[in-house]
């Protein structure tokens, strides 16, 4: 047994020293063919290997595959953070999965958010609905607000931040946790955490109560007694540099980001503290029995055992108990009314759960994983979650070169206003492929996702077209084609009177594609034009303007159910 040990080992460190022979240059090719996971598993197998595994080539390979930033940025961003394989940590665990379109139902016009890399951050944009001007979409100065950040730590760490303002309509970040974020993750989750000053490690029997098992207003108030709780205001202007659009804003984004670190390590008192410091208490976080006694609890949650009642404006009587727990026994149904009344008895019982698994409170982010069925690419969305949900834009292929983001206006030729109307909405949609319900045409589907103007006809997630790409139109373009060239046509419907989105009217039209990449529809009784072309957001939103966001938890996901602009009253058109 002891000469098979002396083999193995000397079989290993064979293959070690082989490695270790390989040039560091090729060891980084060999890398951009292998994920993260497999060379920290390397690492594992010889000590010999650490050394190797741990080069900063090898992991500039790894930040370059990821492909979610060139690599003269991945150069920029590393000399803020300990090491590549750090920035590989914040680029593959964050970055990457967030990046892309994000929406919610409500409000109909306006819940958009763009996720897209900011400096050595990730940064959530909502796009406003709103007008285009006489130069078009390229040249607009589109107008976005700031929604949450994501900030890489010097370890590669991630440090949440949402944004808000308050009731003196003061811009404010509210510091919160990153509790995981899935590779594949299609839904991101705001909640409330509670948490401890010191690390307790729960028994196997005990499990942590779900936030989102919690009532509508009992996860609504808690949200709000912490956001407005942790809220820090920021100086003038530092909320309109998320991202950076020349090389004089480096210096500008860094000391946002040592601001907004501070932020996170000490709260308020952020201003008189450098990050070398230590910090002699948990900022950022709201006191249990605070909450508790805020949400109409008049007892110390501290002190309450599973025994124990709960009094104040929820209270229950000894004799109630009683009745409920003979009516059990006996396994008699109870009225409706008395079973209305027992639901209602059991939701601060799930509170304290909740609530028992910490001292304080802090703000949360999580990005799950969840089934989700659609309707014409559109999610179906609980309307009662502060939560966003990504769309799964698929990058066009050869034989789906249509797919993916589209934005324009309604209007012949592009860009061309009028006295009476000196801007023009813009809409944004995502273009996808299916197969018809009957599985005899291959469908073209462009999903309305965002409308600029003051009042929704239709919400978003209703089709604005539907095409059947392999029926070639031979309507002839009702204008003058502007210099264009036409390559292709197809027949199809578009939207037109109707009720919601799930039951839109929709009138015959036609869609034309040009040489120069612009698709156009035409609806063949109106003869109305929308004008599409491939839109880059993230260049967009570069040059564009930044206003000021919604408060907290309603500029995360509005949850009221409106078909109008809720922007519409600070700014309707660039």
Not at 106 to 134: A, D, F, K, T, W
Request: aromatic letters at 10%; a neutral charge; proline letters at 6%.
């Amino acid at each position: 047994m002891n000469q098979m040990r002396n083999g193995d080992l000397g079989s290993e460190s064979f293959g070690a020293c082989l490695l270790l022979s390989v040039p560091e240059d090729v060891i980084a090719i060999i890398a951009r063919f292998v994920s993260p996971r497999d060379i920290c598993n390397l690492s594992l197998c010889c000590k010999s290997l650490c050394e190797v595994v741990d080069s900063e080539n090898i992991w500039l390979v790894q930040c370059e595959v990821a492909k979610v930033l060139p690599l003269s940025e991945i150069v920029q961003w590393r000399v803020e953070v300990s090491c590549y394989k750090a920035l590989c940590r914040f680029l593959v665990n964050v970055v990457k999965p967030l990046v892309g379109i994000w929406v919610h139902q409500n409000p109909e016009l306006g819940n958009v958010v763009y996720v897209m890399p900011g400096y050595l951050s990730v940064v959530g944009c909502r796009i406003i609905p709103q007008q285009v001007g006489p130069l078009g979409i390229e040249e607009a100065c589109v107008m976005w607000s700031p929604v949450f950040e994501v900030i890489c730590g010097f370890d590669g760490s991630a440090k949440f931040f949402l944004h808000g303002r308050d009731g003196k309509l003061n811009c404010c970040v509210h510091p919160g946790f990153v509790l995981g974020i899935e590779k594949s993750c299609n839904v991101l989750l705001l909640e409330v955490e509670p948490r401890r000053e010191e690390t307790v490690l729960l028994g196997e029997t005990e499990v942590r109560f779900p936030f989102r098992n919690l009532t509508f207003s009992y996860r609504r108030n808690l949200l709000h007694i912490v956001t407005s709780t942790v809220g820090i205001p920021l100086p003038d202007l530092s909320s309109e540099r998320l991202f950076p659009t020349s090389k004089d804003d480096e210096v500008v984004l860094l000391e946002r980001r040592t601001m907004l670190l501070k932020m996170h390590k000490f709260g308020g008192d952020w201003n008189h503290m450098n990050l070398e410091d230590e910090c002699t208490r948990i900022p950022n976080q709201v006191d249990i029995n605070k909450s508790w006694k805020e949400l109409g609890f008049d007892v110390d949650i501290g002190n309450m055992d599973a025994g124990n009642q709960i009094q104040g404006t929820q209270k229950k009587s000894l004799s109630r108990y009683f009745r409920s727990g003979i009516k059990q026994i006996l396994g008699r149904s109870s009225s409706s009314k008395n079973t209305s009344s027992s639901r209602r008895e059991t939701k601060p019982w799930n509170l304290q759960r909740f609530l028992s698994f910490g001292d304080s409170l802090g703000l949360s982010v999580k990005a799950s994983k969840i089934k989700l069925s659609s309707y014409q690419g559109w999610p179906n969305m609980d309307e009662t979650c502060f939560a966003l949900y990504k769309l799964p834009v698929k990058n066009p292929i050869a034989s789906e070169e249509y797919a993916g983001l589209w934005g324009g206006t309604f209007g012949w030729p592009p860009g061309t206003c009028t006295e009476d109307k000196p801007g023009k909405a813009l809409f944004l949609l995502m273009l996808s492929y299916e197969q018809s319900q009957d599985g005899t045409d291959r469908l073209l589907i462009g999903t309305k996702i965002l409308e600029g103007t003051h009042y929704g006809m239709h919400p978003n997630g209703s089709a604005m077209f539907v095409i059947k790409i392999d029926s070639p139109s031979f309507e002839l373009f009702p204008f003058e084609t502007n210099g264009e060239e036409f390559e292709n046509s197809y027949e199809g419907e578009g939207t037109a009177k109707g009720y919601g989105f799930r039951y839109p009217g929709y009138k015959p039209g036609t869609l034309f594609v040009t040489s120069n990449g612009l698709l156009m529809f035409v609806w063949k009784a109106t003869k109305v034009v929308m004008t599409l072309q491939r839109l880059d957001l993230g260049d967009l939103l570069r040059k564009g303007m930044c206003v000021p966001p919604l408060p907290p938890c309603l500029n995360f996901a509005y949850l009221t159910k409106c078909h109008a602009n809720v922007f519409a009253p600070e700014r309707r058109t660039s």
